[in-house]
Nanobody, 117 residues
């Protein structure tokens, strides 16, 4: 099973930036589609961005133009650069791995992002 560990969360003011990172434990990382999700207090977990092993990306409407997902298949990492953060971006962010368009097969433990003045 793929083990995923997120890092880079914290407290940031509105308009600020954060860079999350997810490190995967497996050497076959490059074959997985990777994704970032978030769960705001009292809400369901929602998909934020995905990146296929070929590097094709997809974003939730709320993330388009502000967030950038990428991957380094040699370091087994999936960064999520978040710019112009808004209070609505507050939540626990999770990294996931999946095969193709299937359901996630592994989740990270989650990391808190708080956008507040």
């Amino acid at each position: 099973q793929v083990q995923l560990v997120e890092s880079g969360g914290g407290l940031v003011q509105p308009g600020g930036s954060l860079r999350l990172s997810c490190v995967a434990s497996t050497s076959i990382f490059r074959t997985y589609t990777m994704a970032w999700h978030r769960q705001a207090p009292g809400k369901q977990r929602e998909l934020v961005a995905t990146i296929t092993y070929q590097g094709r990306t997809n974003y939730a409407d709320s993330a388009k133009g502000r967030f950038t997902i990428s991957r380094d298949n040699f370091k087994n990492t999936v960064p999520l650069q978040m710019n112009n953060l808004k209070p609505d971006d507050t939540g626990v962010y999770y990294c996931s791995a999946q095969i193709g368009s299937g359901l996630p097969i592994s989740w990270g433990q989650g990391i808190q992002v708080t956008v507040s003045s």
